[in-house]
Each structure stands twice: as C-alpha cells, then as structure tokens.
C-alpha cells in the first residue's frame, strides 16, 4: 500500500539533514564566547589588513546583452568553486568530528553556531580581509565572493554527512570487519557511499542559499567604495542603481538560465546517481528518469573512457590497504586513557576561553556604550517581528496548499520539481523591481519591504510540507474517511500530527534563511534611492556601507545571538517534541 507512495530522491528524511535536537548546553554558550573573543582578537591583531580599502583594478560593468553571457559563466565559475572547496572542507570537518570523540566536543556545537551567524552580515570583513591581503588586484574581491558562498554551503554540507557517518548501519559495520577492511577502505568503500545520498542532497540545497548569496556578494559598498565583479549579480545591481528595468529583466532570465543549467547538467545526474547508495530497499522514484546528460555521456566514447578511468582510479585509491585491518567479530580497541592527556586538553580549551572572554568584555566595554547596545537590541526585535510574522502568513498558505499537493502523487512530484527551482532562484533579484514599486505608488518601507524576508525562504515549508504529507500513511487517510472526519477535526486529529515533524524541519530552514535575507530585504536600493526598514538588517547594511565595522560587528553579533536563542528556546524543543511524540514510524 504504501509502496505506491511518491518516493523522494532527494528526502530530507532520508538523507539526515537534520542537526541532533540539543537543547542550550555548556559546550554551546562557551563556544559562542570563544567564537565571538577569538573573532575580536583577530581583527584587532590583523590591523594593516583592516584599513584604509585600495578598490581593485576590476574591469568597466556594461548593461548590454551581449555582455550577459560572460557575466552569467563568471557567476556559474564562482558557485562551481564554491562547491568544491565545500566538498573538501566537509569531508575534512564532518570525518574529524565522526572518528574523533574528542574533536566532537568542539566540532559539533560549533556547527550550530556558524549556522545562525548570518552570512551577509560579515560580508564587510571578507571584503576588507581579502582586499587588504590582496590590494589593488581583482583576486582579492574574487576570492571574497567565493568565500561568503562557501560559509553558505559548508556548514550543512558538513552536518549531512557527519550524521550520515555516525549512522552507518551496525551490520554493515560488523560485515566490514568480517571482510577485513582496513579503516582506511572501511571509509571509502562503507561510509562515504552510505554518506552520499545526504551528501547530494545537501549540496543540492545549499546551492539555493548560494545563489542568494552570491548575487549579494558581487556587488557591495564598504565604506562608500562600491566593489562590483562582473557576474549577474552586480550587473542586476547597475542595472538597479540606474533604474534600467529591462536590464533588470534580462538579468532575471539569464540568473534562470543559469540555475537550469546547474540543475540539468550537475544536480539532476548526481541525484540519479546517489540513488544508487540509498540504504532503503524495494522503494524507487516513480519520476526518476534518467537524465539527458546520462544517455549522452554513454553515448560519447571519449567522455565516457575518461569517467571510466577517473572511477576506475578512485577505486583504486580508495582500496589501498591503509590503516589498522579489523578481523570478524574485532572490537576496536578502547583508547588508553591518558589523564595527563585529558588535562593538558581542557586546560588549553579553558585558556582560549578565558581569553575569548577578557576579549570580548575588552571590546566590548571600549567601543560600545550601553545606550548603542540597547539601540541594536530593538532593532533586533523589530527584526524578529518580521521573520516571526513572515513565518506564521507562509504557513497560513502554504500548509494546506502542501497537503493538497502532497496527498497525490502525480501532483506531488511535479510540484516538486517547481519547488525545488523557487526555492534555488535568488529571490533578492527581485528585490529592486519591489523597490521600484514601492517609490512609484509611495508606499511604507516599513510594511511592503517586509514580505521580502520570506520570498525565497517560504518554499522550504512547502517543499517540506509535500515531502509529509507525500509519505503519510494511506491507511491513516481510510481510517479517517471511514470514520467520515472531515474539516477542522481532520486538520486537528488526523493531518496536522503526522506532517508536524515535516513542517518544524522546513520552519527552521526558513526562519535561517529569513535573518538572513534581512540584511537584503530591509534596505534596497533603486536609483539614487535607498528604501530602508527599522531593524537589524538595516543597521547592518548602513554601518557596512559606512564602512564602520565595530557597529557591523555588533549587529552581527546581536543577529547571531538572537537566532541561536530562536533556536535553543523554540524551535530545536518543539522538534524534539514533534519527534518523540508525533513521528510516524
């Protein structure tokens, strides 16, 4: 029965997604403290680095058509090597975290910290660095756009697979131990395949908060210098600052090429491929054709004789015999336990922490006062009004829409597909048309800049919406039917239970990319004209384009403190709940 369910490929469930559901530890409040005084000592220790900017040599922006292209294949270069040292950074962290208990300790709780600093908020300090480090030359402006992608990507990409390798299977582990694997074959021949399913999935939807990122990152002001690399996004950015809406309109089409390209030609084989991996048995994607790029890369001998022989090296190289060899039935040996070890270990952690802290107070004490302090803190507020409201008007409409799709089939699956394009468009491409909207009909910033918060971040409740309702049980729905429940007591009794789990996933994906977008959404600019909303995304991007990076390190960090207490107090309970108490097995 429920194998004529829709199956997703690319299930959030499926494929560990999810952060463990912990709620504010130790570990967490100390690290945060040792984020933020390790973040002061090192821009206080940096200062040549820190002043004056020197705008690289970078080529003239030009608004014509023919230019398009060039910029569409700069932005598609920057996402691809994004990508790629994201791939290498989360094999690195999440394999360290996975084998070593030690480094969990850290590694771990500092996941959920760099997830809820808002990436756009240290924008400014990626720039100011990498153009310090690289004065004058167009690499460094680069390498700070591809950097603030990768801080959009990495961290998820990192949490999927380590909870992918701390899920391995204990039979397959033991059958790797009957067939004497060394641990390094062990990895990469056990655990990486049963990592790979998460992997592409993670990847695949980092790459939607990417591209939000990265149309932001190639255009920005710091200190009233304007640095601007050829891609879509800074040409969206002239094209808005000289009020050219076809230009605009042509920017908008080419960003939606692009992200069909990376989705036909990238994402669409790798998720066929990754299904390969998958641990469930009996149960495939209805919809999951092969792809074009598949069938033509079977067809073309020479690509197909190079992908054989990369495959065919990689196997090789992850065979190797390195590494202890554990025989059938082997324990791993327990770690002596070394107490001199153990001490010098929380001795250095209680160090760095102490010094974090006499940081941080220094700093902290020095150049704010607390009038400054509480300012930003009501900002702040003003801020999580907005997120708060957004969140509660998108699943207003988008939960009944979700079960609707989600109850059939063939509507699920090709609303999937819509779905998961909206939610990989960068939604802050549209932000100059609002604006332009807004001074034409001289309406408030206040309230219409608003609704800009959750136009790219709304789809993560739909998609998650569709993916609940989509693996709901039928006989539940029979039950129900047979029973006649029908209106508010099947939402109440029946439905809403068994999707909760589902929604409070996608809730905390939007309310991330919400703050997020919030630096975008409450100051945008059309013309000579810049359209401002009261909050913490404003104050951030004015102190940015100020170029005054003690007040954009305190919104920033006010930002990140008030999503980590959304999260610790709110969400991760109510998700913890939700899986304890309403999860269907």
């Known amino acids: 029965m429920t194998a004529a369910r829709t199956d997703f490929s690319y299930s959030s469930q499926n494929s560990s997604t999810r952060l463990p559901f912990r709620h504010l530890t130790a570990?967490?409040?100390?690290?945060?403290?040792?984020?933020?005084?390790?973040?002061?000592?090192?821009?206080?220790?940096?200062?040549?680095?820190?002043?004056?900017?020197?705008?690289?040599?970078?080529?003239?922006?030009?608004?014509?058509?023919?230019?398009?292209?060039?910029?569409?294949?700069?932005?598609?270069?920057?996402?691809?090597?994004?990508?790629?040292?994201?791939?290498?950074?989360?094999?690195?962290?999440?394999?360290?975290?996975?084998?070593?208990?030690?480094?969990?300790?850290?590694?771990?709780?500092?996941?959920?910290?760099?997830?809820?600093?808002?990436?756009?908020?240290?924008?400014?300090?990626?720039?100011?660095?990498?153009?310090?480090?690289?004065?004058?030359?167009?690499?460094?402006?680069?390498?700070?756009?591809?950097?603030?992608?990768?801080?959009?990507?990495?961290w998820r990409m990192a949490s999927g697979m380590y909870q992918s390798l701390r899920s391995v299977p204990a039979e397959l582990e033991e059958a790797a131990r009957?067939?004497?694997?060394?641990?390094?074959?062990?990895?990469?021949?056990?655990?990486?395949?049963?990592?790979?399913?998460?992997?592409?999935?993670?990847?695949?939807?980092?790459?939607?908060?990417?591209?939000?990122?990265?149309?932001?990152?190639?255009?920005?002001?710091?200190?009233?210098?304007?640095?601007?690399?050829?891609?879509?996004?800074?040409?969206?950015?002239?094209?808005?600052?000289?009020?050219?809406?076809?230009?605009?309109?042509?920017?908008?089409?080419?960003?939606?090429?692009?992200?069909?390209?990376?989705?036909?030609?990238?994402?669409?084989?790798?998720?066929?491929?990754?299904?390969?991996?998958?641990?469930?048995?009996?149960?495939?994607?209805?919809?999951?054709?092969?792809?074009?790029?598949?069938r033509a890369l079977r067809r073309t001998r020479i690509l197909r004789v190079s992908i054989d022989a990369l495959l065919s090296a990689t196997g090789k190289i992850g065979s190797l015999p390195l590494g202890r060899r554990q025989g059938r039935g082997q324990k791993t040996p327990a770690a002596a336990s070394n107490t001199v070890l153990e001490c010098l270990w929380w001795g250095v952690l209680g160090l760095v922490f102490l010094s974090a802290l006499e940081q941080t107070l220094r700093y902290g004490l020095s150049a704010y006062t607390a009038g400054q302090i509480g300012h930003v803190v009501v900002a702040g507020f003003?801020?999580?009004?907005?997120?708060?409201?957004?969140?509660?008007?998108?699943?207003?409409?988008?939960?009944?829409?979700?079960?609707?799709?989600?109850?059939?089939?063939?509507?699920?699956?090709?609303?999937?597909?819509i779905v998961q394009f909206c939610a990989a468009f960068p939604a802050n491409l549209f932000f100059p048309v609002v604006a332009a909207g807004v001074l034409y009909f001289h309406l408030s910033p206040d309230f219409w800049l608003t609704p800009l918060v959750m136009l790219g971040a709304q789809w993560y409740i739909l998609f998650t919406v569709i993916e609940g309702a989509s693996s709901f049980p039928p006989a539940l729905l029979e039950v129900g039917q047979n029973f006649e429940v029908k209106g508010a007591l099947w939402w109440r009794r029946i439905i809403l239970p068994g999707i909760i789990p589902y929604y409070l996933t996608g809730v905390l994906a939007a309310?991330?990319?919400?703050?997020?977008?919030?630096?975008?959404?409450?100051?945008?600019?059309?013309?000579?004209?810049?359209?401002?909303?009261?909050g913490l995304g404003a104050y951030i991007a004015q102190s940015t384009a100020e170029g005054n990076m003690s007040d954009v390190a305190l919104g920033v960090v006010v930002m990140a403190l008030f999503v980590l207490i959304l999260n610790w107090l709110v969400w991760r309970p109510l998700s913890d709940y939700a899986h304890r108490r309403l999860k269907l097995s």
């Open 178 to 294: 009957g067939f004497g694997l060394t641990a390094w074959q062990k990895f990469w021949r056990l655990e990486v395949p049963c990592a790979i399913p998460a992997l592409v999935w993670n990847a695949m939807m980092s790459m939607a908060g990417g591209w939000f990122v990265l149309v932001y990152a190639e255009a920005v002001t710091v200190g009233n210098r304007a640095i601007m690399v050829p891609g879509i996004g800074s040409y969206v950015a002239l094209a808005a600052r000289q009020r050219d809406s076809l230009a605009v309109l042509a920017g908008l089409i080419a960003m939606l090429a692009v992200i069909l390209v990376y989705e036909q030609v990238l994402f669409r084989p790798l998720t066929v491929w990754a299904s390969r991996f998958r641990l469930e048995t009996g149960v495939q994607d209805e919809g999951m054709a092969e792809p074009w790029v598949l």
């Open 511 to 534: 309310s991330g990319a919400a703050w997020n977008a919030a630096l975008a959404a409450e100051s945008v600019q059309w013309g000579t004209e810049t359209l401002k909303a009261h």
């Open 27 to 154: 570990a967490d409040a100390v690290l945060s403290i040792c984020v933020v005084g390790l973040a002061v000592l090192a821009g206080t220790s940096v200062g040549p680095l820190l002043g004056p900017l020197v705008p690289p040599d970078l080529p003239p922006l030009h608004l014509g058509l023919l230019w398009l292209p060039d910029y569409a294949l700069r932005t598609s270069l920057r996402m691809l090597a994004a990508l790629a040292v994201s791939l290498i950074f989360t094999f690195a962290y999440a394999t360290l975290a996975a084998k070593s208990r030690r480094a969990a300790r850290i590694l771990v709780p500092l996941l959920d910290i760099f997830q809820s600093i808002p990436v756009l908020g240290f924008l400014a300090f990626t720039v100011t660095f990498f153009l310090g480090v690289f004065p004058g030359q167009v690499m460094g402006a680069e390498l700070a756009a591809v950097f603030t992608v990768f801080t959009s990507q990495a």
């Open 382 to 417: 003003y801020t999580l009004l907005r997120v708060l409201g957004m969140l509660c008007l998108a699943s207003l409409i988008w939960v009944p829409v979700g079960v609707w799709l989600g109850l059939d089939p063939v509507r699920a699956r090709r609303a999937y597909k």
